[in-house]
Structures are given as structure tokens and as C-alpha cells.
């Protein structure tokens, strides 16, 4: 398998910088350049998605219900037309099928935020309030270069696959321990490590009781010598 290049050259990968300019070369068209200068974004598209989000939140559970329906088409709605006419065609339709007269609270409400938020949109094009808006971005870019810088000097970042000095120094202690033969907590021998095992001297099924084995009986003695004083205790009680 050829291991692929990040970078070709035009002279040597001619054939293949041939095919590329013919497929860019579509796309460089006057037609297709005075495509891209329309006055159309996709700032319609977000600005929808924040207020259904702010109305539909994810942690309320809507789906397949009629509350998510109406929740979505106000919204669309509000953001279509604005709230006073919206409210005010919603209201009538109340106040006409239950015989009530308009609340003219909701009228003024409706009123006030179609205001501000007009207020907010000629407010966010002006020179002034964009310039503000990308200092702030640019100085928290700075900030976060300048905590990055300090911590890499304190030790505190990660070296995605790169294995670190202390990394192999744990790995040489934990082949060193494997290399170490485990003791048995009961007998202190490292022929075995469970008290279940035939080898321990504590076990029933020990696989050698031999009289001469020195260690089998003491053990045995020290059995005893438990289960004497056991049977002690639960004779003075």
C-alpha cells in the first residue's frame, strides 16, 4: 500500500494537478462568482434555532406531542411576523371563541418586544458595537493562548500519543513488581499466595504432612493453639 503524501508536487503529480484545475476551473466562472454575492446568510437559520431552543428546551420531553407543534409554530411565527401581530391575531381568535375582550397587557407586552427587538438587530450592525464584538473575541483568543503557554511551562498539558518520561518509569516499577514472587499472608511462603492452596501449610489438604517439615508443624501447633484458646473463651462465656 503506497503511503499517501500530504503535499504533491505540480511537476511530478502532473496528471493529477491537471484533473484539479479542470474540476476548479468550473467553479471560477463569472456566472458562478456572481452567485456568491448575494444578501442572503444563514444568520435567519441560527437566529430561528435559538428562540426554538429558548421555547423548546432539551430537557423538557416534547416529542410527538402537540405542546412541541404549537411551541414550534409560535415560534416560527414570532420570528416570521413579530409578536404584536402574532399575539394579536392569537388573542382575537381566543377572545372570539370564548366572547372575552383583548387583554391590553399582552398588546402592550407585545408591543414593547417587537421594540426591543428591533432595538437589538439595529443595534448589532453598527460599526461601533462590531468592533467591540470582535475585540472581545480577539482578547479571549489571547487569553486562552496565554493560559495554554503557561501550562505548558507548569507541566500541565497533554502530549497526545507520545508516551512521557514518567509513563515508562511506572511501566519499568510494574514489570519489576511482576518480576517479584508474591508471599502467602498466612505462612510467609512464595511457593503460593492462597491459604486455599494444597502447598500452604495452614491448609487441610496440605500435599505434604510430613512430621520432619519443620514449618507444617508449627503451623499445625499454632492450629492448636488457636482452637484451644477459642474453645477458652467460649467456655468462659
Known amino acids: 500500500m503506497l503511503l499517501l503524501k500530504k503535499y ?54 416534547l416529542s410527538k406531542m402537540n405542546f412541541l ?40 407586552w407585545a408591543q414593547l418586544a417587537d421594540t426591543v427587538d428591533d432595538y437589538k438587530r439595529h443595534l448589532a450592525v453598527q460599526p461601533t458595537v462590531k468592533r467591540q464584538r470582535v475585540q472581545k473575541e480577539d482578547k479571549a483568543m489571547e487569553d486562552q493562548r496565554v493560559m495554554e503557554h503557561e501550562g505548558k511551562k507548569n507541566g500541565m498539558d497533554y502530549n497526545g ?32 499466595v492462597r491459604l486455599s492452596s494444597k502447598s500452604c501449610p495452614l491448609n487441610k489438604k496440605y500435599d505434604r504432612p510430613d512430621k520432619d517439615d519443620v514449618q507444617w508443624v508449627s503451623a499445625r501447633e499454632a492450629i492448636a493453639a488457636k482452637a484451644s484458646v477459642a474453645t477458652a473463651a467460649t467456655a468462659a462465656k
Request: proline share 3%.
Open 161 to 192: 500519543g507520545i508516551a512521557t518520561k514518567p509513563a515508562k518509569q511506572k511501566q519499568k516499577q510494574t514489570s519489576d513488581n511482576k518480576n517479584q514472587k508474591r508471599l502467602c499472608p498466612h505462612c510467609s511462603r512464595n511457593d503460593h
Open 69 to 108: 407543534k404549537s411551541r414550534v409554530a409560535f415560534s416560527v411565527s414570532v420570528a416570521s411576523h413579530g409578536y404584536k401581530k402574532i399575539i394579536n391575531r392569537v388573542l382575537t381568535e381566543v377572545a372570539r371563541c370564548q366572547k372575552h375582550q383583548l387583554d391590553p397587557i399582552a398588546r402592550w
Open 8 to 61: 504533491r508536487s505540480k511537476t511530478e503529480d502532473e496528471k493529477l494537478y491537471l484533473q484539479c484545475e479542470e474540476i476548479i476551473a468550473r467553479f471560477l466562472t463569472d456566472e458562478r462568482l456572481q452567485e456568491c454575492h448575494h444578501r442572503m446568510s444563514s444568520q435567519k437559520n441560527e437566529a430561528m434555532n435559538k428562540r426554538i431552543t429558548k421555547s423548546c428546551p432539551k430537557h423538557l420531553h
